[in-house]
């Protein structure tokens, strides 16, 4: 038993363990969105998977999004039945008004379907819907935005609006940075404005009464 | 005919030339960022067609702000390489520095008291305490802007190190701190630098590099009585630039200013049109 054959032994023992190493330490920034299926991200109780993710409760001191009430209505294949008064042929902002007010439809003209798919609209935590976590980033997000990951499909694109009291508590970062900036910048101008008014009146009145500047 | 020497100087090259920088990147960035932000106005569409539709606005807002974070980290640099580490820390504080001291406090109250007519015009030394504001609030600016322009630019790579939801953080934060930093360049800076009764119609200090000398003795007494005491008046007064110069920067000038205003009148006009919640 030569020295040689222990130390390629012992490589071939290192080779074994060393890929579970990287099973175990796993993190969202690994799971690049190749659109491929991850044992992950199919087996049951992918759930509690998902809210360690980046959006998850846990990071950033729950300061991120909070899980919105998700209705039942979420988890049918046709979101709508049992809508009274739905038909497909009604626009989706009939009904959906806050939903057609953001970036991705007011800058880019991204319609409703182009991540929601057609009729018969599947619920987004349908098992079969692409919107539903376990792939958005993949089935919808890397449609534009190549490379989509599940922390970057984390980005709200129906964003709440920053400066209601509602939001402290579904968004409570969103909330306080954009009222901080809000304070900072309107207290820029609230103390400028007037000042640099003032300030202008009061060289005006020098020059009237026809004294040196700043008398 | 030796031009008469009645202007004091203020401003080195380099400054001068940090400053023209700035002017240029901040406008590229002005009009490139308001283009994007008005994208759903038909004003927004209209300024973001002049360079070749959104896509082209969006990547020479991300170039210009590359540039931009450069010239700050470069002009960090300098600023490390201009302290007199010898008399360090002492040298930060002085006349001459730009730090915040007591005396900009006092300035500052003084100031007040004066367009109130309380009291007669502080006598300032080299900066009063609104220049010194003007100089670090480019710096806060810079600091808000570039971190979440930074965040911003490659939105699938940022969310490999933060979540994804950061990002809508991230764009109200940078959204507001550049509607700050216009507004205040737009209103309060051009009337203040070049719209007081003392500096109308152009104030070309930042320039030509120079203050008139009349003007020193009023604005900044200290300075000048120091520069006095010291021996150093002479050799720092010099004659007006050439008259074709002097034409140059004051057409340059009013260019960037008619751009500024245009931007922040068309801004309001627009505010009405624009989707933020």
Sequence with gaps: MSISRTIICLLGMLLVVLPSFGLATESPKDMAGTGYFRDQDTRPGVLEFYRQLPGGENRLWGMGPKRQVIRRSSFKKDAHN???DFSPELRCQKCHIPQTKDLHGLRMGITCVQCHRSQPVAGIYHYYSALNPIRRHAYVCAKCHDGATPSFASYLV???NPIVSETRNTFPLFYYAVWVMLILAVGVFIFFLPYTGLWWIREFITRLKGRPNHG | MARERTRLKRFTPVHRL???GLIL??????????AWMYFETPWGRGVANLFGGYLNVLEIHRIAGLIMMVGFTLHILYMIYRIDWKRFPGSLL??????FQWVDVKGFVAHLGWIFGFNKLPRFDRWSWWEKFDYWAVWWGLIIVGVTGLMLYNPVLTSDYMPGWMLNVALWVHRIEAVLAMGHIFTIHFTVEHWRPSSFPFNAAMF???IALEEAKHEHPEWVARLEKNGLLNEAVVSPPPVPLRILYFLFGYSIIFLGLFLLVF???NAALLTLF
């Design chain 1, 158 to 160: 129906h964003e709440p």
């Design chain 2, 94 to 99: 002085g006349p001459d520095t730009l730090v």
């Design chain 1, 82 to 84: 049992g809508v009274a």
């Design chain 2, 267 to 269: 801004a309001i006009a």
């Design chain 2, 18 to 20: 940090w400053h023209l």
């Design chain 2, 25 to 34: 990147i901040f406008m590229t960035l002005s009009v490139t960022g308001i």
């Design chain 2, 208 to 210: 030509d590099g120079t």
